[in-house]
């Protein structure tokens, strides 16, 4: 299909020996190759729209036609030309895929969903067209075909995270909890940092009454991913309640440390020390979340009112 085989020449050797032979197909077609594995869009469509006047039946060159579109995010115009490469060569997986992903992220689905199944058919060990096939019955809501798809892609790509997590994440709204734990556990296993595991097995041993547990899984999800606001909104809550203050204000603090310019992070230390008894402590804090309305999520009006109330009480008190 390819019409060069590619060459280990650089992009200016390429230009030497098309200022040599100007009217080289081979040559002007990889100096389009070349000009796309660069980065050089533009130009490359340029490129390959002179050739593809001179060779319209083409079906690799109106395929990268079509690849520099989707990289623009022009996917109008990705999909005409993805479309005319799989009507050219319909027996070619990487075209049908690529047809089926523009589909997707235009949200047509079952469009997409008829040519991933196309491109499985040509290619039955594509993973990522399982994964997407997953998440497009998802998104249906049929669980029982998108596991079916995310099982598929994991028997291809065990190491596939993204498919590991939203089968657990099948599970876990099932309710099958020890299944997804399974899954969440594996993932962990295989990235050591994907905080989202640890915040889901946080989720399942709260909903359990495991709050101990479930305090250590949302703490390991901040020391991963520190900038995750509600997760510190969460630790709070857990220590309200279980009589874990001083360990949440260390984590709160830390939290603050990373996310400056947070007013949630302000008012749930307050929270802390409301019931710690540190009404100084508190006032600062719902102050300084005031101060940052634009990222607080707590009512600033009942937060002013709180802090009139503590301000009067420190007035009586000197």
Known sequence: MHMTEKQNYTLEEIEKKLEQSPADIKLQNLYAEALLDNGFLEEALRQYKSLVKVLPENPEINFNIGIIYEKKNKLNE??????????????????????????????????????????????????????????????????????EHYKTALDINP?????????????????????????????????????????????????????????????????????????????????LKHKKLPEAIDYLETGLFENPDSGDIHYYISKIFERMGESGDRLHHLKKALEKKDSLSANAAVISSEIKKLSKKKDRAK
């Not at 399974?182 to 889901?200: D, G, M, T, V």
């Open 159 to 239: 190491d596939d995270v993204y498919a590991r997590f939203n089968l657990a994440f099948e599970y876990k709204k099932a309710g099958e909890t020890e299944k997804a734990m399974a899954e969440y556990q594996k993932l962990i296993e295989i990235s050591p940092n994907y905080s989202w595991a640890y915040y889901n097995v946080g989720c399942i041993y709260y909903e359990q009454g495991k709050t101990d547990q479930a305090f250590e899984y949302f703490v390991k999800t901040i020391k991963i991913n520190p900038k995750d606001i509600e997760v510190y909104k969460i630790i709070t809550n857990i220590a």
């Open 78 to 147: 990705a999909q005409k030309f993805f479309e005319k490469a799989v009507s050219l060569s319909p027996q070619d997986a990487d075209f049908r895929y690529n047809l089926a992903f523009v589909l997707d992220k235009k949200n047509n689905i079952e469009p997409a969903i008829k040519e991933y199944k196309k491109t499985i058919e040509l290619n039955p060990m594509d993973s990522s067209a399982h994964f997407n096939l997953g998440c497009l019955y998802t998104k249906k809501e049929e669980p029982g075909l998108a596991r």
